[in-house]
């Protein structure tokens, strides 16, 4: 089974979950600059992170201005070059237009994990295997929110970082529940039921609302 559907429809219907025939995920370097850039927007935590949270070092707003977070960005996903040797994680859309992004890569290109409390709570591991991935953030277009658009993201990560050489890929989900909200802020880390679907196993819970969940992957098998 493929980890990204390349099938397009050109059917808008907008409101409700989206449909499979509807729904393109590709590397970030297979997806245009602006595309991404219209997922991000300008006016929310997304537009001003730019999925730097975890990668600058020190205080995000303080040590480092928006625009050079939006430079860092360009330069890791490396946009708009197919041929490009790595690149930071998956880009959606929804017919042709650029929806959602999930950032996944080895656990070592965040330096802020290897500082939180968070992954390594209960765990004794090597802070430096670049066998481990990570998937630390999700950012859906406003247009596409509430439709579920994090779940695929959620399972095109898998077989993105296996054939990568990932030899396990976590995440850091928070725990929700039905009818209490949290801040786009929030959530931009994953819902602990998307990974879920996805096959991730909790590994631990190192907060009251926050949990680490992985998947280990048997070399040379089938992406399910």
Avoid at 17 to 31: D, G, R
Avoid at 128 to 149: E, H, M, P, Q, S
Wanted: net charge negative.
């Amino acid at each position: 089974m493929v980890w990204w559907e390349r099938t397009r429809s050109h059917n808008h219907g907008y409101g409700g979950a989206i449909p499979a025939e509807q729904l393109t995920i590709v590397p970030a370097n297979e997806a245009s600059w602006d595309d991404l850039a219209a997922i991000f927007g300008t006016t929310d935590y997304a537009g001003r992170c730019q999925c730097q949270r975890f990668k600058v070092v020190g205080w995000i707003w303080r040590d480092s201005t928006e625009e050079e977070r939006s430079a860092m960005l360009r330069a890791q996903t490396a946009c708009g070059d197919p041929n490009a040797a790595t690149t930071s994680g998956l880009v959606a859309y929804v017919d042709d237009e650029p929806a959602g992004w999930v950032a996944v890569e080895p656990r070592t290109a965040y330096p802020k994990l290897r500082t939180s409390p968070v992954p390594w709570s209960g765990r004794d591991e090597d802070k430096g295997d670049d066998g481990i991935w990570a998937v630390t953030c999700f950012v859906v277009r406003k247009d596409y929110r509430g439709r579920g658009l994090t779940y695929p993201l959620a399972r095109a990560t898998i077989g993105f970082a296996r054939e990568r050489g990932s030899r396990a890929l976590e995440a850091y989900p928070m725990i929700t529940h039905p009818g209490k909200e949290i801040t786009w802020g929030e959530g931009h880390v994953g819902a602990c039921q998307v990974f879920e679907d996805a096959g991730f196993d909790e590994v631990s819970r190192p907060t009251v609302r926050r949990v680490v969940m992985r998947i280990a992957f048997e070399q040379g098998g089938d992406v399910g």
